[in-house]
């Protein structure tokens, strides 16, 4: 290849004679290139070796074309020890350095990149309705709006499954710098990265496209570093996610707000397990914003959030048959604790003072685990938590809901219960009070006739109670909080008090003893 000229027409004629013969190409020297390099669609190989020599592109889109056809004929690719670089002052042009297009009926092309390098491409390599690539041993230098690798397949909206899938795409040993690692888009399938990196990312480090409805499912992520202002891995509504022994990391002196190391919503199986989290430590959301059936276990938050949550937790709340989500194991330094919220979103609590704007519902069903640590809100004191089979188990310090809770699965509120309206605990569920300093307002307490409603007055102060203060009907489960005789005048948070609870036998019983009306 010469040097300065314009090698175009030399490379796509040697391109077309080893693409129908079989023959590898190989070129010496750095090749100048400003057309693009097209593969025929008749071509049954090709192979291509550049021996670490460079191709400056200065052309418009695609710098190899590998195009699709009407027929489900498969073809092979190799290609080896390639650098492409576009020159600086040409970045903005919308440009990938390797185009993989399937046809009709899937995926046409099936290989390898071994040893590739590209720099300056807007993505690196783009992969459509093709099946059976393996990346490895590569680097994608991008820029700021750059994707390293985009993947997608075709999905038929009309909803007649006519599905164009790309499909068991294998990433190793490979790193993306700057602008986003990985954008995969509808209908993909079988995505596995190992040893993947991204590095100084402006924006995920792997993004499956969000939507509930797109056809994809299928991604295994381990031994992975992601360092992105957005976050680590975005990939909700996909079935079977699974990763393992991976580090996500907030580019801290650039991270957007509300980055997270692992938005996984609506999961129908999955596992993550033995990650870490270098926690971006202003972010709103925290590293984990996991929801769905799924097992997260042996996590690890560190370098300290200053106000969000290690994790926020979504379970299945619709679907009882569902699965549930265990979380067991996990270690955070981290001012806010474990967080359990709704899916629909319009909910949240919290592991330590808890605090809910709206109506809540539905604490923590569908999730069971133990061992979960924390480092409190100075992150100088360890503290457990730890989910019961049902619910929440140790709810924390205070509980505040500005209209009204209610409760399914067990439940424990170790400090100061307010709400304005009430507390409802529904179904076969429990809740305990603990060393709670009565600091609750006159409110009204229920349970489902057939609730397993245990209320433990441990801490409650003794208190003395008007008879009339208390409904002459007394309804089995019901739960009344009662002023102080003693202090007519209390106000909240400042008086003593007790709970009032309706036996079986339909006898008002405080402290332990009975009431009479």
């Keep these: 290849m010469s040097s300065g000229t314009d090698d175009s027409a030399a490379f796509q004629k040697a391109a077309t004679f080893a693409s129908r013969t079989g023959k590898q190409l190989t070129y010496t020297g750095n090749c100048y290139v400003s057309q693009t390099i097209k593969i025929p669609e008749d071509a049954q190989s090709f192979n291509l070796d550049g021996r670490n020599n460079i191709i400056f592109y200065k052309g418009n889109g695609i710098l190899f074309s590998f195009s699709g056809s009407s ?15 576009i020159p600086q002052d040409n970045y903005s042009q919308p440009t990938s350095a390797f185009s993989f297009m399937g046809g009709k ?27 059976a690539i393996r990346i490895q041993n590569s680097t994608f230098n991008g ?12 999905y038929d909206q009309s909803g007649a499954g006519k599905n164009i899938y790309s499909a068991n795409i294998s990433i190793r040993d490979t790193t993306v710098l ?11 399938q079988g995505i596995g990265l190992d040893h993947f990196s991204m590095l100084e990312g402006q924006g995920w480090g792997v993004y499956f496209k969000f939507s509930k409805n797109n056809g994809s499912q299928s991604l295994e992520i381990q031994n992975s570093y992601l360092e992105a202002s957005s976050g680590g891995v975005l990939a909700d509504n996909i079935g079977e996610v699974h990763i393992t022994n991976t580090n996500v990391d907030g580019v801290s002196f650039r991270s957007d707000k509300n980055w997270t190391g692992f938005h996984l919503l609506n999961m129908f199986g999955g596992t993550l397990e033995n990650n870490t989290a270098i926690g971006y430590q202003d972010s709103t959301w925290g590293p984990f914003y996991v929801g769905g059936n799924v097992l997260m276990i042996g996590n690890n938050v560190v370098g300290g959030l200053n106000t969000s949550p290690c994790m926020t937790l979504v379970p299945h709340n619709k679907n009882s048959s569902a699965p549930g989500m265990i979380v067991s194991h996990n270690m955070c330094w981290a001012t806010g604790g474990y967080q359990v919220v709704t899916e629909d ?3 949240s609590t919290q592991a330590r003072n808890i605090k809910a704007a709206t109506s809540s519902s539905v604490i923590g069903q569908g999730i069971s685990g133990t061992d979960n640590l924390w480092s409190g809100p ?8 730890t989910f019961a089979p049902n619910g929440v188990r140790e709810i924390g310090t205070n509980l505040q809901v500005d209209k009204n809770l209610s409760i399914r699965g067990d439940a424990m509120i170790d400090g100061a219960l307010s709400a304005s309206k009430g507390l409802h605990v529904a179904g076969a569920s429990g809740i305990a009070f603990g060393d709670n300093s009565s600091n609750i307002p006159p409110v009204q307490l229920s349970s489902d006739r057939n609730g397993n409603l245990a209320i433990k007055n441990g801490g409650f102060r003794p ?10 009907r007394c309804e089995a ?31 008002w019983l405080t402290n332990g003893q009975p009431v009479s009306n």
């Design 378 to 385: 100075k992150k100088d004191n360890w503290l457990s938590v």
């Design 463 to 472: 208190a003395q109670l008007r008879a009339e203060a208390l409904p002459a």
């Design 345 to 347: 979103g319009t909910a």
């Design 143 to 154: 820029w700021g709006n750059s994707t390293g690798i985009y993947i997608s397949g075709t």
């Design 178 to 188: 700057y602008g986003s690692g990985i954008y995969i888009d509808d209908s993909v």
């Design 105 to 131: 009926s899937g995926g046409k092309w099936q290989g390898v990149l071994d040893h590739v390098t590209t720099k300056g491409f807007h993505q690196g390599i783009r992969i459509i309705n093709s099946s």
């Design 477 to 507: 489960g019901t739960v009344f909080y009662v002023p102080d005789a003693r202090n007519p005048g209390e106000v909240h948070a400042r008086g003593t008090g007790a709970l009032a609870v309706c036996n079986s036998a339909g006898h």
């Design 71 to 85: 027929g489900a004929v498969s073809s092979s690719f190799s290609i080896r020890n390639v650098k492409a670089i």
